[in-house]
């Protein structure tokens, strides 16, 4: 077992121990060792301890470099710059479980986005990836959060994913350390729940690089300090003469006594004769539920007898260690044999491997002119990808859109049109501003685009572009779509802003757009007009408190209020609604 303990000589300080049970896990657990097991006080003690084993049987503890013990103020006492870096640590131990195996690694560290820390590590493996989760924010207000990180190999490098679970998610409030099953699925995680604090569970699953909250148990719990009902220890065990009336009465006839699941009449009432209506449903009652108990016990027959035949397969099958692409990036693929143990059956990442590459460096998706260099004689056939917006990743929505436009494509292309597929993607002005705003509010101690100034802001949006950018195209890449990438368009590249520029003055020279005092939907945290497409429609049938962006407290919505204005020189009033 792994602890954390304060030291003797400097309180404020922490280090971790271990303790061994000899008497099974319940303990009891002693420390026999003189002295801290890791102790880096220099850099601010160590806490949080968290034991993992990996697919290997390797052994693991994952602890929190407590940097903020040592700093300088504010929130959780580390906000007020310099701020004191709180790397995560991964450090290998033996078998036993406590002897140290090298030098611990750092896996991340706090940034600018993760407040005065990051703590609380828990580590796993789900499906190919090693994850782990922390949290990061001041545990002691709204803002704390559970975030993830994710690895092809435990020593990193860890590519961080943004929070899991912030205030807000499933009703929860500064939710905070995550522990996970050790390479399962299952995690456990606490929250505020009304004066105290409260345990959640759920089930977690990983698409790709993001984690899913697939089901959670947040009502499973009582607040701390609420009673739970008396507790009194095990029952007393039931005398002799109270078992043998028990093992009497089961016996006897149900009429009279409780027998479960039925009514036991009136033992002394007189028997009453069916039917033959009733007779004949009985009948046909009884001899489907032979017909059932016969199929059943053919079914276990039959499973019995394949039972061997099962096992016998499944023993003779391993897993295959991760497939190795021989073919160098961008020549054509060389295939292998399809008795190879990779093809024997249809693995994707197998088949698809080294093609994509191949055929973007040959140019085979760029367009086929005729010889004089215009447009074949058969014509043109022409998509320009209604381009996703880097507000985010993309979804299976993309992927359909994709696979559709690029069977057109191809279908084009084999009957020898001329023809062209074109990659980018759509700056999504109003909405990635949001995204952004939003990320920074959360993740940055309620920090507002005010707060930084529009260069450092426009800064922050272009580095946000750039990350999902990249992270669009390689899905498009992966998803095989025959694009012509020397022609990806971003809509704010120069040419197509300048596009939009002489389009909107020619519209305006032709009396088509114009200005005027108009109603319009107007948002007050981006201060800027809305279209009737990016604006959610709710009805209120009276009072109601909503979350407006940029304010702390709820604003009440559904209220038609009535003023008086009063007349000049009169008693009168105009009284507005």
């Known amino acids: 077992m792994y602890y954390t303990a304060a030291l003797k000589s400097k309180t404020n300080l922490h280090c971790l121990g271990w303790a061994k049970s000899t008497g099974g896990v319940e303990g009891p657990y002693v420390d026999n060792s003189n002295q801290p097991w890791i102790c880096p006080t220099n850099i601010g003690g160590a806490i949080d301890p968290s034991g993992y084993v990996d697919p290997q049987n390797r052994r ?3 602890y929190k470099v407590d940097g903020n013990a040592i700093g300088h103020g504010g929130e959780c006492g580390n906000t007020i710059p310099p701020i004191v870096p709180t790397p995560i640590m991964l450090q290998q131990v033996g078998q036993d479980g406590h002897t140290l195996i090298g030098s611990p690694q750092q896996l991340i560290t706090n940034g600018a986005l993760d407040g005065p820390y990051v703590e609380a590590p828990s580590l796993t493996k789900m499906g190919n ?19 993830y ?3 092809d190999n435990i020593k990193g490098p860890y590519t961080r994913h943004g929070p899991l679970f912030v205030t807000g998610s499933y009703g929860m409030t500064a939710p905070g350390g995550l522990d996970i099953a050790v390479n399962g699925n299952r995690a456990v995680w606490h929250g505020n729940y009304g004066s105290g604090r409260a345990m959640y569970t759920g089930t977690l699953k990983l698409n790709g690089n993001q984690i899913v909250a697939m089901a959670l148990n947040a009502a499973s719990h009582n607040a701390a300090g ?24 089961s ?18 009432g007189e028997k009453k004769e069916k039917s033959e209506r009733e007779l004949a449903k009985e009948k046909a009652k009884a001899e489907k539920a032979a017909k059932l108990a016969a199929k059943q016990e053919k079914q276990k027959a039959q499973q019995a007898a394949s039972a061997p035949k099962q096992k016998e397969k499944k023993k003779g099958q391993e897993k295959l260690p991760p497939y190795k692409e021989a073919t160098p990036k961008g020549e054509k693929k060389i295939l292998q044999p399809l008795d190879d143990e990779y093809h024997k059956a249809y693995i994707p990442s197998v088949v698809e491997s080294a093609w994509y590459d191949w055929w973007e460096k040959e140019g085979f998706h760029h367009p086929e002119f005729a010889e004089d260099g215009n447009v074949k004689k058969a014509g043109s056939f022409v998509i320009p990808i209604p381009p996703p917006n880097v507000t985010g990743a993309l979804h299976i929505g993309h992927a359909l859109a994709t696979s559709l ?41 309620g920090l507002t685009r005010h707060d930084l100034g529009r260069e450092k802001f426009v800064n922050t949006v272009w580095e946000w572009k750039e990350e999902y950018h990249v992270k669009i195209n390689k899905v498009l890449r992966r998803l095989g779509g025959s ?37 319009v939907n107007w948002c007050t945290r981006l201060t800027t007009a809305l279209s ?22 709820k604003i009440e919505f559904g209220c038609i209020w009535n003023f008086k204005y009063p007349i000049d020189g009169t008693e009168e009033t105009i009284e507005v609604a």
């Open 405 to 445: 436009q690029d069977a057109l494509i191809r279908w084009n292309r084999m009957k020898g049109l001329t023809v062209l597929y074109v990659p980018g993607c759509d700056h999504a002005g109003i909405s990635t501003q949001s995204v952004v705003e939003n990320m920074l509010y959360n993740r940055r101690n």
């Open 60 to 62: 693991w503890v994952v």
């Open 251 to 268: 016996n006897q006839d149900p009429k009279g006594v409780n027998a479960p699941g039925q009514d036991g009449g009136d033992k002394n």
């Open 226 to 249: 609420e009673k739970t009902g008396p507790v009194s220890g095990q029952p007393p065990q039931p005398s002799e003469e109270t078992k043998s009336a028990i093992l009497d009465s």
């Open 483 to 519: 694009m012509d990438w020397s022609r990806e368009a971003f809509t704010m590249d120069e040419n197509l802003s300048a596009a939009v520029r002489q389009t909107f003055v020619q519209l305006h020279d032709e009396g088509l757009i114009y200005r005027a005092n108009r109603l």
């Open 149 to 151: 990180a994710t690895a």
């Open 532 to 553: 009737n497409l990016e604006v959610d429609q709710k009805e209120l049938e009276g009072s109601t408190k909503l979350d407006v962006p940029g304010y702390d407290k």
């Open 129 to 147: 990836k090693f994850v782990l989760f922390f949290s990061s924010q001041c545990f002691a207000t709204p803002k704390y959060d559970v975030s």
